[in-house]
């Protein structure tokens, strides 16, 4: 099935936007959302001039002011005539070790990556249970396998409660026509880990994004991007004994 219009939270940069260029390449109708509005526009802009046809509709949206995200999911279905896929993209990532003061900058990572998430997924769920089909995509992190230590114990925690969000909503729905899938992205560069020299197995946000939205076109229950390595590291992170993947968590969450 083609999913002709698809909303994509947290588009203004990073993943967001890389996935809605791809989209927009593959003539999708696109329902745009972020806090910063002058980027959705730009965006909007470039994709009207490098692939007529599709239409492109943006709107201004803290995934945290969860009113909103009830209204503008609402509204951009209305524009658009229906959603068919919904990217729940938009998350948080700079968090601190636990107990070092820092618990604001972890409480927001939570607030963000899941109260947020599931406020998406609501707003999502009822579309899609009101018009009876439907794709969500939950977007997670390879991080989500197993518990990190330092600064991204909190974001790890707050991913995995992503993934077994999405695992739920699966088996709930597994008789119906809608899909849950939750994407475990590897190492991507985007604007958020650019000042990061160490990231393992890096690869840049174009051919990034472009597995990211080959993989969320086959509706998978569940997609590490890249599959290789991330698909052996992830297993491996899942299952091997703690003292193994000790060191290889420690390299992974350093900054």
């Known amino acids: 099935m083609i999913r002709r219009n698809v909303l994509i939270t947290g588009a203004s940069s990073g993943l967001g936007m890389g996935m809605a260029r791809r989209f927009a390449a593959l ?28 239409a492109i509709a943006v709107r201004e ?31 948080r990532s700079k968090g601190e070790p636990v107990g070092t003061g820092a618990f604001d900058a972890n409480r927001a990572i939570v607030e963000t990556n ?3 998430a599931l406020t998406q997924a609501e707003a999502a769920m009822e579309i899609f249970r009101a018009q009876g089909h439907g794709h969500l995509v939950m977007i997670s992190s390879i991080a989500a396998r197993r518990g990190f230590p330092g600064g991204m114990n909190v974001y790890a925690a707050s991913k995995a409660a992503v993934s077994v969000l999405a695992e739920g909503l699966r ?20 604007e958020m880990n650019a000042s ?3 990231l393992p197995f890096v690869v840049d946000t174009e051919p990034g994004c472009r597995m990211l939205v080959t993989a969320i076109e ?32 420690t390299r992974m969450s350093r900054r």
């Open 196 to 198: 990061r020299s160490n």
């Open 171 to 190: 088996t709930e729905l597994a008789a119906l026509p809608i899909e849950v899938t939750t994407i475990y992205p590897g190492y991507i560069r985007t």
């Open 114 to 116: 899941v109260l947020a």
């Open 218 to 249: 086959k509706e998978p229950a569940q997609a590490s991007v890249p599959s290789w390595p991330w698909g052996p590291i992830g297993f491996a992170l899942r299952h091997l004994p703690s003292p193994v993947t000790a060191r290889l968590l």
């Open 27 to 54: 003539g999708r109708n696109l329902a745009l959302c972020a806090r910063r509005l002058d980027r959705l526009e730009a965006l909007r802009d470039e994709l009207a001039a490098a692939h007529p046809g599709p």
């Open 61 to 91: 949206l803290d995934v945290n002011d969860h009113d909103a995200v009830f209204r503008v999911f609402g509204e951009l279905r209305d524009e658009l005539g229906g959603l068919d896929r919904v990217v729940v993209n938009a998350g």
